[in-house]
């Protein structure tokens, strides 16, 4: 069983950037590729962002293509999300999941949640 828990998400204005944080614990992190999705109020959970289980491979939701990095820390068990330039469309809960080794884009094929964080852009 894998736990995880974001963190750094927060209330910002357009333009500003923030570091998305999520700590995994309860199993081998080094084996499980990284998701980030977000959910916005009446809206679907939506994939933002994942990494690999290494780290070397990394793929982006045309919607954020550019305004982010999505990188990890194996020896740290945790991943990061760095948004730039945010805008106020960006506002939605942020998750983070994993699943072994390979990204995905569903939802519905990670396997462990965390609570999410949310992240509010202002105009």
């Known amino acids: 069983q894998v736990q995880l828990a974001e963190s750094g998400g927060g209330l910002v204005q357009a333009g500003d950037s923030l570091r998305l944080s999520c700590v995994a614990s309860?199993?081998?992190?080094?084996?499980?590729?990284m998701g980030w999705f977000r959910q916005a109020p009446g809206k679907e959970r939506e994939f933002v962002a994942g990494?690999?289980?290494?780290?070397?491979?990394?793929v982006s939701a045309d919607s954020m293509k550019g305004r982010l990095t999505i990188s990890r820390e194996n020896a740290k068990n945790t991943g990061y999300l760095q948004m730039n330039m945010l805008k106020p469309e960006d506002t939605a809960v942020y998750f983070c999941?994993?699943?072994?080794?390979?990204?995905?884009?569903?939802?519905?094929?990670?396997?462990?949640w965390g609570q999410g964080t949310q992240v509010t852009v202002s105009s």
């Open positions: 990494i690999n289980w290494k780290g070397g491979s990394t």
């Open positions: 309860g199993g081998t992190f080094n084996k499980y590729a």
């Open positions: 999941a994993v699943r072994l080794w390979v990204i995905s884009m569903k939802t519905n094929e990670y396997n462990y």
